[in-house]
């Protein structure tokens, strides 16, 4: 049964920083496409970040670009979410995902049928 567990969510001031972590098991993951999306009280769930299965392609929201930095470690089945920066408006549920075809190219779009998901992991950020 695949598994994406994350990690790494709590409670900061503005203008400090949090790592999140997610962990898959299950699943080798190191061809897949991985991401993170987030999902504010009353909004829509909205891309954040994703990275390709080598590490060396990503894409960023605008709203994020400059203070999030994804990243991956294929040998621990992980990726990683850097959020330096952080802003009032950064709180939310962050979810991880990570897509089942291998190889596939990066998107932003809001997939489930492709993605496997996590059950998310609570930023607040305090201003």
């Known amino acids: 049964q695949v598994q994406l567990v994350e990690s790494g969510g709590g409670l900061v001031q503005a203008g400090g920083s949090l790592r999140l972590s997610c962990a898959a098991s299950?699943?080798?993951?190191?061809?897949?496409?991985m991401g993170w999306f987030r999902q504010a009280p009353g909004k829509e769930r909205e891309f954040v970040a994703t990275?390709?299965?080598?590490?060396?392609?990503?894409l960023y929201a605008d709203s994020v670009k400059g203070r999030f930095t994804i990243s991956r470690d294929n040998a621990k089945n992980t990726v990683y979410l850097q959020m330096n920066s952080l802003k009032h408006e950064d709180t939310a549920v962050y979810y991880c995902?990570?897509?089942?075809?291998?190889?596939?190219?990066?998107?932003?779009?809001?997939?489930?049928?492709?993605?496997?998901w996590g059950q998310g992991t609570q930023v607040t950020v305090s201003s």
């Open positions: 990275i390709n299965w080598s590490g060396g392609g990503t």
């Open positions: 299950g699943h080798t993951f190191s061809s897949s496409v």
């Open positions: 995902n990570a897509d089942k075809r291998p190889f596939a190219p990066v998107m932003t779009m809001l997939d489930y049928e492709n993605y496997y």
